[in-house]
């Protein structure tokens, strides 16, 4: 469930509101603390490009993995803008630390891998922490390689 702009300024200071907005239970998030600081980063990157690519907003914002079996946000998923001259966007995704090793990653990038694709993207990029082994794990059950890695980053690509 891709956030437009005004959903995203909701999802930034009242969450619970957007969960009603959505027809979704509200739960309150526990994200991973290592991540935090990501986030944050991430919902003002959102914010800004969806409010000045807002004909192209679905590149520039999370979408929320839902568990519909719950009615309830579990985490999000997007990429880092539309496609470029190289047809090339990377992919981010979080979730609420009651819901890991429970497949829902590996189902939502499998899906947002077949909407990039089928919208444009030749090849979807990613970066994980070198430590981060359940990430790690979910890239490659979606097929894709390591490109590169530094001491602290793994470069992943999967092409079209």
Same mark, same amino acid.
């Given at each position: 469930?891709?956030?437009?702009?005004?959903?995203?300024?909701?999802?930034?200071?009242?969450?619970?509101?957007?969960?009603?907005?959505?027809?979704?239970?509200?739960?309150?998030?526990?994200?991973?603390?290592?991540?935090?600081?990501?986030?944050?980063?991430?919902?003002?990157?959102?914010?800004?490009?969806?409010?000045?690519?807002?004909?192209?907003?679905?590149?520039?914002?999370?979408?929320?993995?839902?568990?519909?079996?719950?009615?309830?946000?579990?985490?999000?998923?997007?990429?880092?803008?539309?496609?470029?001259?190289?047809?090339?966007?990377?992919?981010?995704?979080?979730?609420?630390?009651?819901?890991?090793?429970?497949?829902?990653?590996?189902?939502?990038?499998? +899906?947002?891998? !077949?909407?990039?694709?089928? %919208?444009?993207?030749?090849?979807?990029?990613? @970066?994980?922490? *070198?430590? $981060?082994? +359940?990430?790690? !794990?979910?890239?490659?059950? %979606?097929?894709?390689?390591?490109?590169?890695? @530094?001491?602290? *980053?793994? $470069?992943?690509?999967?092409? !079209?």
């Amino acid at each position: 469930m891709p956030l437009t702009h005004e959903q995203l300024l909701l999802y930034k200071s009242d969450f619970k509101q957007l969960c009603e907005e959505l027809g979704i239970r509200y739960i309150e998030r526990q994200n991973d603390p290592l991540v935090e600081k990501e986030l944050q980063e991430a919902i003002e990157f959102w914010i800004k490009n969806t409010a000045a690519h807002r004909d192209q907003f679905k590149w520039y914002t999370t979408w929320e993995i839902v568990l519909k079996s719950e009615n309830v946000a579990v985490g999000g998923i997007g990429f880092s803008g539309a496609p470029g001259k190289n047809l090339t966007s990377m992919v981010g995704y979080g979730l609420d630390m009651r819901y890991h090793r429970m497949g829902i990653a590996t189902e939502a990038l499998a +899906a947002i891998i !077949k909407w990039g694709f089928e %919208n444009g993207l030749s090849k979807i990029v990613a @970066d994980t922490p *070198i430590n $981060h082994i +359940a990430s790690h !794990k979910v890239l490659l059950k %979606n097929r894709f390689t390591e490109s590169s890695r @530094d001491e602290s *980053i793994i $470069h992943w690509q999967l092409d !079209k």
